[in-house]
């Protein structure tokens, strides 16, 4: 009998997370919840609240947070992954299940550009994009769920080729300007294309990442109209402030700030959409693996340094790499709401932290210390072997 099929045999499978000390909702409206207690059931959840209001009875597992604070699975919105849990570009195996280790529960393809003889003909691409859909699809590297299949544009490409990606299941584009695309014109033709059959597109935005890459500089990203703006502090070079402000007041679209980026323009394209009023907009991703490596802490980085040197309450900070991202990307995931995928991060403050609590210390520029990771309800590793270590970390009540 397959797993499923003996958890279906089994009945529903409850999940009851109890004594949470802090509850981290993911919406920039209402970060904070008042509530200790939340329930999955068969990985979505079912319930948010006080223990004493909540019907935990039949729970086929039961974890004791311990005081620890709990928060949606992290996302990651840009990575490059090319086969399983191997990435050529830093010859490195298990990158996606150290990222869990780092609270990472859902990845974004921007494109599966490392693989080793990418084809840039039509047909090809639009193979690899297919093949990486399907992979990615029936294999969770650790539970990781990784939305993979994300062509880069190259000129030859009809409307045609968009409906044939979109009617195969290809949901997202890979960085517009990684392809042969690299002018505005032709990738405002094609970004359009693809919305027109629900897939979602993303630029590379600032100078060449690696020899063979070229600049896309703010008018190529303002006429593309892509849905996002790939990392808006460059990767790694950063286009010029006035351009970045240009991007920020040109166009609605999201502005992704990624750890493989300039920090000062990350730290300036944050404080542009403060100022705007338009915090909803930035959503973090890493860019990894890249030249600059794997980061399985790179998500958790880039909410502290936000947080610490961007002046962002720790609860929000959190939000760029939870809600807003799931929000733009329409995610099932993200927030804790009922109807949500239960993937969640408990997390507390980093032992000999100089923060006393959780947010505190995010705020002073250290990292949390992971104590459980959850995707769909189910516990996919415990104290994080990549996390400073956590001063209390969750038990597994029953199982
Ligand atoms: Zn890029």
């Not at 509850?23 to 006080?50: F, K």
């Not at 300007?177 to 590379?204: C, E, F, N």
């Not at 990894?288 to 340094?305: D, F, N, T």
């Amino acid at each position: 009998m397959s797993h499923e099929a003996a958890t279906q045999a089994a009945g529903p499978q409850k999940t009851v997370i109890r004594n949470i000390g802090l509850l981290l909702s993911g919406a920039l409206e209402n970060p904070i919840l008042d509530a200790d207690t939340v329930v999955a059931v068969d990985g979505r959840i079912t319930g948010i609240g006080r223990a004493k209001d909540i019907d935990a009875e039949g729970a086929t597992t039961i974890i004791d947070a311990k005081g620890c604070a709990l928060a949606p699975g992290l996302i990651d919105s840009h990575v490059h992954p090319v086969a399983g849990d191997w990435t050529p570009r830093q010859s490195q195996l298990g990158w996606i299940d150290s990222n869990l280790n780092g609270g990472i529960t859902t990845m974004i393809s921007a494109g599966e550009v490392h693989t080793p003889g990418r084809p840039r003909d039509v047909i090809g691409l639009k193979a690899l994009a297919i093949s990486a859909q399907r992979q990615f699809a029936n294999f969770r590297p650790s539970g990781v769920k990784v939305h993979a299949g994300a062509p880069c544009i190259e000129p030859e490409m009809t409307e045609q080729d968009f409906k044939d990606l979109a009617d195969s299941g290809v949901k997202l584009l890979g960085e517009v300007g990684l392809g042969g695309v690299k002018d505005g014109p032709t990738a405002r033709r094609m970004v359009a294309w693809a919305r027109k059959y629900g897939i979602q597109s993303t630029i590379h935005t600032g100078g060449p990442s690696i020899p063979g890459s070229g600049l896309i500089d703010k008018d190529v990203v303002l006429e593309a109209d892509t849905d996002v703006v790939g990392h808006i502090n460059g990767g790694h070079t950063a286009l010029p402030d006035k351009q970045i402000r240009c991007i920020c007041e040109g166009c609605k679209r999201g502005l992704e700030i990624v750890h493989n980026g300039n920090e000062r323009a990350a730290l300036y394209a944050l404080r542009t959409a403060i100022e705007m009023k338009e915090l909803e907009r930035v959503i973090l991703g890493t860019d990894a693996p890249a030249g600059s490596g794997v980061q399985p802490l790179g998500i958790l980085r880039m909410i502290s340094m936000l947080s610490a040197l961007g002046d962002l309450p720790a609860e929000k900070a959190i939000c760029l790499a939870t809600g807003n991202t799931a929000r733009m990307r329409k995610l099932d995931c993200g927030l804790i709401e009922t109807g949500r995928a239960a993937d969640f991060v408990l997390m507390d403050t980093a032992q000999h932290s100089a923060g006393e609590t959780l947010l505190e210390s995010i705020r002073l520029g250290d990292l949390p210390g992971i104590g459980m990771v959850v995707i769909d309800g189910q516990v996919r590793c415990q104290r994080s072997r990549n996390t400073p270590p956590a001063k209390r970390v969750p038990t597994i009540e029953k199982s």
